[in-house]
């Protein structure tokens, strides 16, 4: 493998610390949105029960 390999870095690496900070923040966002999902689909599939 040669140095220019981007393979043969990690992608924290490669992208830098910056990229890095943005991702966990959207990781975050994704993760709070797909869970308030969650809790509505949870709600509405009560309020469809009837509970």
């Known amino acids: ?4 390999d981007p393979l043969a ?8 610390p910056r990229a890095k900070k943005i991702g966990l923040v959207l990781m975050t966002l994704l993760i ?5 999902f969650l809790d509505g689909a949870a709600d ?8």
Request: overall charge negative.
């Open 32 to 36: 709070l949105l797909i869970l308030l």
């Open 1 to 4: 493998m040669s140095v220019l």
């Open 44 to 51: 509405r599939a009560f309020i469809y029960v009837g509970f």
């Open 9 to 16: 870095l990690d992608p924290e690496e490669r992208l830098g």
